[in-house]
């Protein structure tokens, strides 16, 4: 990586969950960074940044912050403010727009922010991906019809934003009938299914990619796989991710240059094509089938709980890595991956994806020692550290082999207690079983 000089500076990062508490420990380390805001924040981002009591959304509040602190590059983690235009807020302020960002605007943003337009890009610019149709709210019977020549299982798509949880996939032809009809006539999603796109089922192994790029030129951080249903063996609920694992042993370097081949360069391309600037992360959600990459989504930020994984192998220095891509300096720019393996273990309150309860106080932090502990739904009530949301802790635990970052993660995991703890038992078992299976065919 090229060495770059400049003075220290003032940071803000906007979020408040898992993968900011991971992106502010990995600022934290760089040379380049004076303070560091987080806004909104959480206890575990207190306890190494100032945390700014504004919501990830309030532009105005943002803005104002940023003029009084003397910010001079701003990171956006979630994908709210992103898709809501905080890049376009701030480019058209006089006082605010040479504030670098990372972080794509409105446009570029709806590459997650609708599954409708995200689906047509694909087509347009030849990536390949699920064959799939769009229906409005007054198309029920059509996408009831369309369900019945469709082999199951079926898989739903609320349009919009829905925090992780507008994929529905159903085995049963009345269950996926049903859901659509929650889904446009109910509106289960809000606004964010007023349209549903129904998929084809790809059937494979899923894969998260992730990109940052600076419009022109990009590079590739370490790829993870994450796990989204509640329950062991990927049973239950989607939720927003319940853990992850890097590296993934089926991205092997042939696989991952057709990714990059078939799926990133024409992305970025055609980005460029028509006319969208994008400067942030691309996180590519891919399914392996056979060999062959698909897209399923695009997000345009870092997923959680996979950055919790990505942070802790790459090398270097991170603000290095966001200024290069803020000013548009990608060309050239390497990233040092480390070698080791990683596994994140979310620990849930009890109820979620569905009610859960908060302020359950969290005991044994202290007591862990070879793993990291990532907060995301936690704060400070009274001077101790409490739950505050559905997935409250992120614990990554690194080793030479993919057993022993699980076993350092879940020796972690015992220590800690609330009431009403939950959490997978089982991840990174499937790639520990493709990686033995490897093994012994080699």
């Known amino acids: 990586m090229h060495t770059v000089i400049f003075e220290p500076m003032n940071i803000l990062l906007i979020g408040s969950g898992g993968r900011e508490h991971a992106l502010a420990w990995k600022i934290k380390q760089s040379l380049h960074c004076n303070n560091l805001f987080v806004a909104p924040g959480n206890a575990g981002t207190a306890q190494l940044a100032t945390n700014a009591p504004i919501a990830a959304d309030d532009f105005v509040q943002l803005g104002s912050f940023c003029l009084a602190q003397k910010i001079e590059l701003v990171l956006v983690g979630p994908e709210v403010p992103l898709v809501k235009g905080i890049r376009d807020y701030f480019a058209a302020d006089e006082k605010l727009k040479n504030i670098l960002m990372v972080g794509p605007g409105k446009t570029?943003?709806?590459?997650?922010?609708?599954?409708?337009?995200?689906?047509?890009?694909?087509?347009?610019?030849?990536?390949?991906?699920?064959?799939?149709?769009?229906?409005?709210?007054?198309?029920?019977?059509?996408?009831?019809?369309?369900?019945?020549?469709?082999?199951?299982?079926?898989?739903?798509?609320?349009?919009?934003?829905?925090?992780?949880?507008?994929?529905?996939?159903?085995?049963?032809?009345?269950?996926?009938?049903?859901?659509?009809?929650?889904?446009?006539?109910?509106?289960?999603?809000?606004?964010?299914?007023?349209?549903?796109?129904?998929?084809?089922?790809?059937?494979?192994?899923?894969?998260?990619?992730?990109?940052l790029t600076d419009g022109q030129d990009y590079v590739l951080l370490p790829e993870a796989k994450d796990y989204k249903r509640i329950g062991d063996e990927d049973t239950g609920p989607n939720t927003g991710g319940m853990g992850s694992v890097s590296p993934v042993p089926f991205a092997s370097s042939a696989f991952m240059k057709k990714v990059e081949e078939k799926i990133i360069r024409p992305t970025v391309a055609g980005l460029k094509q028509e006319n969208i600037s994008y400067n942030g992360f691309i996180f590519i959600g891919l399914m392996n089938v056979e060999g062959e990459p698909y897209v399923i989504e695009y997000n345009a930020r870092m997923g959680d709980p996979e950055t919790q994984s990505v942070m802790m192998r790459l090398k270097g220095d991170f603000v290095e890595l966001l200024m290069a891509c803020a000013k548009g300096e990608l060309k050239n720019h390497t990233l040092e991956i480390d070698p080791a393996y990683v596994t994140t273990v979310v620990m849930a309150a009890g109820g979620y994806p569905d009610a859960y309860e908060k302020e359950k106080v969290i005991s044994g932090l202290g007591d862990v020692t070879n793993a990291h502990v990532f907060h995301a739904g936690t704060k400070l009530k009274d001077g101790k550290i409490v739950t505050d949301g559905g997935r409250v802790l992120a614990i990554t635990g690194k080793g030479q082999s993919l057993v022993e970052a699980r076993s350092h993660a879940y020796q972690a995991v015992s220590k800690i207690n609330w009431e009403g703890k939950y959490f997978r038992s089982d991840i990174g078992k499937d790639v520990l079983k493709i990686h033995t299976s490897q093994n012994l065919e080699s």
């Open 108 to 211: 570029g943003a709806q590459l997650e922010g609708s599954k409708d337009f995200s689906k047509q890009f694909m087509l347009r610019n030849n990536i390949p991906t699920a064959k799939a149709k769009t229906f409005y709210s007054n198309q029920t019977a059509e996408a009831e019809g369309y369900l019945e020549k469709l082999e199951p299982p079926y898989v739903l798509k609320a349009d919009g934003l829905a925090a992780g949880k507008g994929v529905v996939i159903s085995s049963s032809l009345a269950e996926a009938k049903a859901t659509v009809r929650e889904m446009l006539e109910e509106k289960k999603f809000g606004d964010a299914s007023a349209k549903v796109l129904i998929e084809e089922f790809l059937d494979g192994i899923e894969l998260s990619v992730f990109v």
